[in-house]
């Protein structure tokens, strides 16, 4: 079990960058699988980056090229870069993570933290 704690939301205009920052409990080192995922406005929730445990990245079709997902394994933090926002960009971003996990894309994560809101006005 690992506890998660997102940061760095905001409100911001389109264009414009926010770095997002995900604080882990205990090492993130031995973790199979991290991630980001979003939740915009009367949508499901969907995964947006994803970090594996041999650094191994993934994106969604929608972010890629414009977000950028890292980890601190010094620091226990997982960070999600996110440049050139759009409007639909705009939801929560929640942090997740596990130990023991084979796909990181898909969202049967057991540890999640309580999200940050990204707001983007055109």
């Known amino acids: 079990q690992v506890q998660l704690v997102e940061s760095g939301g905001g409100s911001v205009q389109a264009g414009g960058s926010l770095r997002l920052s995900c604080s882990a409990s205990?090492?993130?080192?031995?973790?199979?699988?991290m991630a980001w995922f979003r939740q915009a406005p009367g949508k499901e929730r969907e995964p947006v980056a994803t970090?594996?445990?041999?650094?191994?990245?993934a994106y969604g079709a929608s972010v890629k090229g414009r977000f950028a997902i890292s980890k601190d394994g010094v620091e226990n933090t997982l960070y999600l870069q996110i440049n050139s926002l759009k409007p639909e960009d705009t939801g929560i971003y929640y942090c997740?993570?596990?130990?023991?996990?084979?796909?990181?894309?898909?969202?049967?994560?057991?540890?999640w933290g309580q999200g940050t809101q990204v707001t983007v006005s055109s």
């Open positions: 970090f594996n445990r041999d650094g191994t990245t």
């Open positions: 205990k090492s993130t080192n031995g973790i199979d699988c």
């Open positions: 997740a993570a596990d130990s023991k996990k084979h796909y990181c894309w898909t969202d049967d994560y057991r540890n």
